[in-house]
């Protein structure tokens, strides 16, 4: 940029400096509809082989072109012209700003498990600086049950022992849901490995801490399997219901309280026997 100077004598001077005009930063938000509050954190839901919809808008402070770039097992990359048509011709043109766009990816899951959803949205380098954003959520995947089974089946599932009904990677899928929803697993309760499925699921009969902590796993199992929903009403006794994530919130509380009397872990087994009466809404 040069800057001139000139007096009333026809004098004049001028000097040249040098102006970096940076790109400003374009601002993605993923839309969190429907994500759902588990005790271990918030996360969509899905279920394997079920189209699932997401969506996201950003903004860009210039007329800048957005590209939008998911990531979530199916990558897909689309972009919205400022001018509707096509990219941005250099230099480019005023154009509409601030410039707004949304975008929409559809994904579908094969095996159950926590996925991640994630968008990027970078300016389109025709000729601006690439800036960038991005926004990403947990989407947990439950697998394709149709109805709930005991403690027993759950530990069969994971001993090792015989020939099991789930194959390998929907069990690891399934404890992998466990340790994400839960409050308990892992971080109190170790569950990595189909060992560790293997131990919580095979308590001491006097032990009703322990009793309670199976029957825990065996309540997450339900959802994870996809056999329980999360928006699943749990009847109790007397005619009286629950919500699902009500119960499991209650007794993941009373596990987690070394405090808890001997009928209060009575009734966190009793809650999570329960949930094999649960029905959808």
Not at 159 to 178: H, R, T
Not at 254 to 263: F, H, N
Request: zero cysteines; charged letters at 15%.
């Amino acid at each position: 940029m040069t800057v001139t100077i000139t007096d009333d004598d026809g004098g004049s001077g001028s000097d040249t400096v040098s102006v970096a005009v940076a790109n400003l930063e374009p601002d993605v938000t993923l839309d969190p509809t429907g994500t759902v509050s588990f005790p271990g954190g918030d996360a969509f839901v899905g279920r394997i082989d079920t189209p699932q919809d997401h969506a996201a808008s950003a903004t860009d402070p210039g007329s800048d072109d957005l590209t939008f770039a998911w990531a979530s097992g199916q990558t897909t990359t689309t972009t919205s012209f400022n001018d509707g048509v096509g990219p941005d011709p250099f230099p480019s043109p005023l154009g509409i700003f601030p410039f707004l766009a949304s975008d929409g990816t559809t994904v579908i899951f094969a095996t159950p498990g926590v996925a991640t959803i994630g968008v990027t949205v970078t300016v389109t380098v025709t000729d601006d600086d690439g800036g960038s954003d991005g926004d990403d959520a947990a989407k947990v995947v439950v697998g394709d049950a149709d109805g709930t089974f005991g403690n027993g089946y759950w530990k069969h599932q994971y001993s090792g022992d015989g020939n099991p009904q789930v194959d390998a990677a929907s069990l690891e899928g399934y404890l992998d849901i466990v340790n994400f929803v839960s409050g308990v697993f892992s971080e109190h309760t170790i569950l990595a490995t189909a060992a560790d499925a293997d131990a919580v699921l095979s308590p001491s009969g006097n032990d009703k801490r322990a009793v309670a902590t199976a029957d825990l796993l065996a309540g997450w199992l339900h959802f994870a399997s996809g056999a329980v929903s999360h928006e699943a009403v749990v009847p109790l006794s007397g005619g009286t219901t629950m919500n699902f994530l009500d119960v499991m919130v209650e007794i993941e509380g009373i596990v987690l309280d070394d405090a808890a009397p001997r009928t209060e872990l009575m009734r966190a087994s009793f809650l999570a026997q329960r949930l094999r009466q649960a029905s959808s809404p």
